[in-house]
């Protein structure tokens, strides 16, 4: 009870608590520990400039609000405080400030200000950028010059995000083109703290133009067509003739999927004008249209007005915040009292909720002042078009993006330019597709019928759809043609010749898909009804032949000389014995004579045994014999050592047949071939305007078939064929035959020629095709195409130049390269057996003869 009866004691008291000075006003004492003190701070140079001198009416503005709107009970009461200058600093204790002056000492104030735990209301100029939401700005708006204001908050409020503008003005805001511009370069300073970068305005006066042009020429088209050179472009357009300039927009292709307009149509021209507007606008196109929408009736807006608003709000939202809180104390103990009462922050907020409750639902002073923002959904528009004879132009939807007013800046209901930030807005778009594997993949599941959901899709085509209707924000709707092509097939699908009714129907003018899912190939665009997108992926032709066979063994033990150095060896042999028999027989002393050595035969031998290191019965005794016998070792060392180490490698690197590695080798293949081409390929219709002659003759010799079947792979395995085809396919060939014989038969040729470039096609006049090669390249840099073309094209690493070198390393030496060892075994017992039948001959044949001279 004690503590209730001081809280009524001192509500009595404050009602009579008035003290005023000249600065100060005392409206009541402090509530519990928190002050309601309001510091209210007018630069009376800035307010001069403004040519008013409001700080005495603001007094009493301040005096009469509390007074009228303070006498409950529950309240304490309210001190104000007044500053007729900017250079102050507001302490700790002060609640909030009401200050009027210019942007950058507004700045400055919120930095002081928030470090100091002070709820900022801030009365200041336009062009300048919001404070953040913990305080409250509102800029002193003359009616009809509130445009730089408005894009000022478009920039600082994030809704535009462009680092380059295009200004385009006609008679129509001319004459604040300076403001405007400055709206868009404001740069980051040190007195106002901005969250955006400086943009790059490059200015455009319509009425400057006009002299140098023709009378039958638009000015607007002299002023925009460098900009079909660039790729991304944003106009900010002011102008009266609205249509015109849509109107040379589209006559230019400016209207695409990756320039951005805005337009502020002028307050002469009717709201309803605007459905009008969007007659010239085309499919792909980003508008947006800014109109005055205030509404009719009586609107001060002058600084006093917009203060006694504040004043209101502030004094409603302490007298609320009061109010609630001497409610809750009666209720609780002290020590609930201190866990639950409001902090400084949340009495602050709470406050400034009310001020701009008040605001909101005030129309004579800053609030009557409004613009609203429409944006044209044009994305798929297209598409939902029902085809008829009389074509009319298509009917683009209008969705409201928000509204402009100084108090709040920018309330916003969606995104200014939506298909720039969502695309296509998760709209469903038809796409042409047909099985053709691996590109695109097509399987019923059993018991399926005929619904998109009773198929599965893969395939790299189909992988890049899904990925590009994730980037692109829409989803897809497959439409199947039928087809007899099945993932069996010995090649890959082939991309030459679209499935006839999908260039029927993609040549039409019904525009009702998004594209064809399909891979083609990119060839002549002239007389094409519909359009390529950039490159999915390159595929070279190459020719398969049979791979070559390895050169007989038989002779390997010749192999490691040439025919040269064995010559000289002989030749080494036969002078060399000759020399050691006579430095031998003329050796000076007869002990010096080795009797061994003394024949030539015995001589003969002793060279031969030193090259097969079995040494000799017999050395010589004389020093020149000596000599010639160490040099003729030394030169066995060599001769041997050289000898051992080539033979090592021609058994580890075994010898193979000369290989084809042109086309113009398989031409001049001497045995009769076969050429196989397949029908309708890209290299048929290229070597017809080619300048290679060897392309000519392939395809005139060429035997071309639908099918390649197991008898003709027979045929180049046997090397009865060459075949000409996408070196993916002839790679395919290789591993099916590895994965069934286990042996690599087949060879590529080195030479690879004819890139076939692989697309997607989208019809004809579409708007999307730079968007979609856009995230086609993104795919591509990201790795994502060539991950997909790992996945889905065949394995080929077994036998690639890299498995048959780990072959050659890890190769053993098996019967067929020892071979000629055996040889050599063979022939040399066969000599050893004929030398000594003729020994045997030769010695029966002398015998013999003794005999008869001895008879005789």
């Known amino acids: 009870m004690e503590r209730r009866l001081l809280v009524w004691v001192s509500v009595l008291l404050s009602s009579f608590n008035f003290a005023f000075g000249a600065d100060n006003v005392g409206l009541g004492s402090t509530f519990y520990t928190t002050k309601g003190n309001l510091a209210v701070v007018i630069d009376q140079d800035y307010v001069a400039s403004l040519q008013v001198n409001i700080l005495r009416d603001v007094k009493k503005i301040v005096e009469d609000t509390v007074r009228e709107n303070l006498l409950r009970p529950t309240v304490v009461g309210i001190e104000v405080k007044y500053f007729p200058w900017i250079s102050v600093t507001l302490k700790r204790d002060f609640l909030a400030a009401i200050i009027v002056a210019n942007c950058e000492d507004t700045w400055n104030m919120y930095k002081q200000t928030s470090k100091n735990d002070i709820l900022l209301i801030a009365l200041t100029d336009i062009n300048c950028p919001r404070l953040p939401v913990e305080a409250l700005m509102i800029p002193i708006v003359e009616k009809g010059k509130e445009i730089p204001q408005i894009i000022m908050d478009l920039r600082v409020q994030n809704i535009i995000k462009w680092k380059s503008s295009a200004l385009i003005f006609d008679s129509y805001l001319s004459d604040r083109s300076t403001d405007i511009i400055k709206a868009l370069s404001t740069r980051t300073s040190d007195g106002i703290s901005s969250q955006f970068q400086p943009m790059s305005i490059y200015l455009h006066n319509v009425n400057a133009t006009k002299t140098g042009t023709q009378k039958t020429d638009s000015p607007y088209e002299n002023i925009f067509r460098p900009y079909t050179k660039i790729k991304y472009n944003q106009f900010l357009v002011f102008s009266s003739q609205i249509q015109e300039v849509i109107s040379v927009a589209k006559k230019l292709n400016l209207l695409d999927t990756f320039n951005q307009w805005l337009f502020f149509i002028p307050p002469t021209k009717e709201i309803s004008d605007i459905n009008s507007l969007t007659e010239g606008i085309v499919e792909g196109a980003n508008i947006a249209f800014a109109f005055n929408s205030t509404s009719q009736g009586s609107c001060n807006q002058t600084i006093l007005c917009s203060i006694e608003e504040v004043v209101y709000g502030f004094v409603k939202g302490f007298d609320k915040i009061m109010t609630e809180e001497n409610s809750l104390y009666g209720m609780v103990s002290d020590e609930e009292w201190e866990a639950l009462k409001l902090n400084k922050k949340e009495k602050q907020m709470g406050i400034l909720n009310v001020i701009l409750g008040v605001m909101s639902k005030s129309n004579k002073c800053t609030n009557c002042l409004q613009w609203s923002f429409k944006s044209v959904i044009t994305w798929g528009q297209m598409f939902k078009q029902i085809p008829t004879v009389d074509a009319k132009p298509i009917k683009f939807n209008e969705i409201n993006v928000g509204v402009w007013n100084p108090i709040f800046g920018i309330i916003s209901e969606d995104v200014l330019f939506p298909h720039i930030e969502h695309r296509f807005r998760n709209a469903t778009l038809k796409l042409l597709t047909y099985n053709n594997p691996p590109w695109q993949t097509i399987k019923k599941l059993e018991g399926g019928n005929d619904t998109q959901s009773s198929f599965t899709y893969s395939g790299i085509i189909l992988n890049i759809m899904e990925e590009l209707s994730q980037r692109l924000n829409f989803t897809i709707d497959y439409e199947v043609l039928p087809t007899d092509r099945n993932i069996s097939d010995l090649a890959l699908g082939s991309t030459y010749n679209i499935h006839p009714k999908a260039h029927s129907i993609l040549s039409s003018e019904s525009n009702e898909y998004f594209l064809g899912a399909v891979a083609v190939t990119i060839d002549d665009q002239e007389n094409k009804v519909f359009l390529y997108t950039n490159p999915i992926s390159i595929q070279k032709y ?133 050429y196989g081409l397949p029908n309708n390929s890209f290299f048929e219709i290229y070597a017809k305007v080619s300048g290679r002659q060897d392309f000519k003759e392939y395809v005139e010799r060429a035997t071309i078939y639908d099918t390649l079947f197991l008898k003709d792979v027979q045929e180049i395995q046997h090397g009865k064929r060459v075949n000409v085809d996408w070196k993916i396919n002839l790679q395919h060939i290789i591993q099916r035959e590895f994965d069934n014989t286990k042996e690599c038969n087949f060879m590529l040729g080195r030479e690879e020629f004819v890139e076939e470039q692989i697309g997607l096609i989208v019809p004809a006049g579409s708007p999307y095709l730079p968007i979609v090669n856009d995230e086609i390249k993104k795919l591509s840099e990201m790795g994502l195409i060539q991950r997909w073309h790992r996945i889905h094209m065949p394995d080929v690493h077994k036998c690639s130049g890299r498995s048959m070198a780990q072959h050659v390393t890890n190769h053993k030496v098996n019967l067929t390269d020892m071979q000629g060892c055996f040889v050599v075994l063979f022939l040399g017992t066969i000599v050893g057996l004929a030398a000594i039948l003729l020994e045997m001959s030769f010695h029966n044949w002398n015998a013999k003869r003794i005999k008869k001279i001895v008879m005789n």
């Open 542 to 674: 190459a020719f398969i032949t049979k791979k070559p066979e390895e050169v007989s063994r038989i002779y390997l033990f010749m192999a490691p000389f040439t025919f040269n150095a064995w010559a000289f060896l002989l030749f080494a042999m036969l002078s060399t014995a000759p020399i050691l028999c006579f430095l031998t027989r003329w050796a000076p002393l007869e002990n010096l004579r080795v009797r061994g050595l003394t024949t030539i035969n015995n001589c003969l031998w002793y060279t031969c045994g030193a090259l097969l290191q079995q040494g000799g019965q017999y050395l010589p005794k004389a020093d020149s014999g000596r000599l010639l016998v160490g040099i003729w070792w030394i030169g066995v060392i060599v001769l041997v050592t050289t000898y051992s180490g080539n033979l090592v490698a021609f058994l580890t690197f075994p010898k193979f047949e000369k290989a084809e590695n042109s086309l113009w080798d398989v031409l001049k293949l001497s045995s009769p071939i076969i």
